[in-house]
């Protein structure tokens, strides 16, 4: 931390601290809510009810049964009592990239006077819930410039003066980014809202939310700009808001699910040898575990191993930080990657337009009558997978089909025995 960094934090002065328990998520819900009153210098956490759940579904509508609970007839804009609330929902996004992680924003507005509400991408919500809470709702207003701390890590809120911070939202976020992470990496775990000089000029004020950008090596911030709902934040003598996250991003998961039947497959072949770990870490090692590159690993490794090992995905998690739900996003995504161990040789059958009016979905019900199975299934011996595709890029020579790396094109139902046979000569019994 350099001299100028070092001199900001040592003037923060402390007005209460609070420390709390992280509870675990129940499909999706903490059933926490962090309450604070900057009139009174109060931090509470309050229960998220059954009855809120079951009234309201997702951040908008926690935002407006919070609100409800504050507000009165006289309320405006910038009355003590006017919460800014936020809200992620029960699922709060991912951290997949920085537009997935979606936070509701609610206030009543200076522009209409009436309730406001605004989504911003970034990675606030998504650490707001990790940090074990549904919703976040603040009322008064500071006396002094003020910087609300969420610190997942040791576990404690406070509420603190900033003197010399400055209120500009690009410098501010840099700033308190370098402050409080531990080091370059836990970077990525700070997220700061703050709403900057326009706010304090104008009723139509945006709200600003950082998100790390690893590659510029700086933060950079996503907005909530309608209502001018940073305007309220201002008014609030509010600097900013930052979280501190666990750094242990959780993959969620979602109790009866009745889709997980269509992307999770009916048996994970067992893979635990030492050796084929090794082979799996090795590969991951070869792409530095950077997290950018986990779609390039699970090539390789599906490349190895001809399907996705659910250790895989386990040493991926471990090794680069990257979510579990969002590694099985993309092994279930992708068409060249399979959770199920495929055959050696995959056979693909155009479906796309120009191979469909030439009869490829006949092809295909005579693949699956020579082969024993039906598309997307692997025969018993693990020679022959079978996928029917929208696009083999060869439409001149409609219906087409690829054999491994041969592509066969004007393919005639008459001819898809002869055409096997001729491939597996042509590997010389590689394919056995």
Not at 119 to 133: I, M
Not at 355 to 384: M, P, Q, W
Request: hydrophobic content about 35%; glycine content about 8%.
């Amino acid at each position: 931390m350099n001299a100028h960094i070092q001199k900001m934090r040592d003037a923060h002065e402390l007005i209460v601290e609070v420390p709390y328990e992280i509870s675990p998520l129940e499909k999706g819900y903490s059933n926490k809510i962090l309450r604070i009153d900057l009139d009174k210098n109060e931090i509470k956490i309050l229960p998220v009810t059954q009855q809120m759940k079951d009234l309201w579904v997702g951040g908008k509508g926690f935002d407006l049964w919070i609100t409800f609970n504050e507000i009165t007839k006289d309320t405006k804009w910038d009355s003590p009592e006017n919460p800014i609330c936020f809200s992620p929902g029960p699922l709060s996004g991912t951290t997949s990239f920085p537009g997935s992680g979606k936070t509701i924003v609610t206030a009543i507005s200076p522009a209409t006077n009436s309730i406001m509400d605004s989504n911003v991408g970034g990675y606030f919500g998504p650490f707001l819930k990790f940090s074990g809470f549904d919703s976040l709702e603040i009322i008064g207003k500071a006396k002094d410039e003020t910087i609300i701390l969420i610190d997942a890590v040791h576990k404690k809120i406070s509420i603190e003066k900033a003197p010399l911070e400055p209120i500009d939202s690009h410098v501010l976020a840099e700033e308190l980014t370098e402050m409080y992470a531990d080091d370059v990496e836990d970077r990525r775990n700070i997220a700061v809202v703050s709403s900057g000089r326009g706010a304090t000029h104008t009723r139509m004020g945006l709200l600003n939310f950082s998100f790390y950008d690893w590659r510029r090596k700086l933060p950079r911030l996503k907005q909530a700009g309608r209502g001018g709902i940073g305007t309220v934040f201002r008014n609030k003598n509010l600097k900013a808001i930052l979280i501190k996250n666990t750094n242990k991003i959780p993959d969620w998961s979602v109790q009866e699910n009745k889709v997980q039947k269509l992307v999770i497959p009916k048996s994970f072949e067992k893979i635990d040898s030492e050796k084929s770990i090794e082979e799996i870490q090795n590969i991951i090692t070869k792409w530095k575990t950077n997290p950018e590159f986990v779609i390039e690993m699970m090539q390789d490794i599906q490349e190895k191993f001809r399907f996705i090992p659910k250790v895989a995905i386990e040493e991926i998690n471990k090794m680069t930080g990257t979510p579990k739900a969002y590694l099985y996003h993309i092994s279930t995504f992708y068409k060249s990657f399979s959770l199920e161990k495929k055959g050696k040789t995959t056979i693909q059958v155009c479906m796309g337009t120009a191979c469909h009016v030439k009869g490829s979905a006949k092809l295909l019900d005579s693949f699956e009558r020579i082969l024993k199975i039906k598309k997307g299934g692997t025969t018993e011996d693990n020679k022959y997978s079978l996928e029917a595709v929208a696009c083999l890029g060869a439409c001149s020579i409609a219906p087409v089909v690829k054999i491994g790396d041969e592509i066969y094109g004007d393919v005639k139902i008459t001819n898809l025995e002869k055409m096997i046979a001729e491939y597996e000569k042509k590997m010389g019994g590689d394919n056995e």
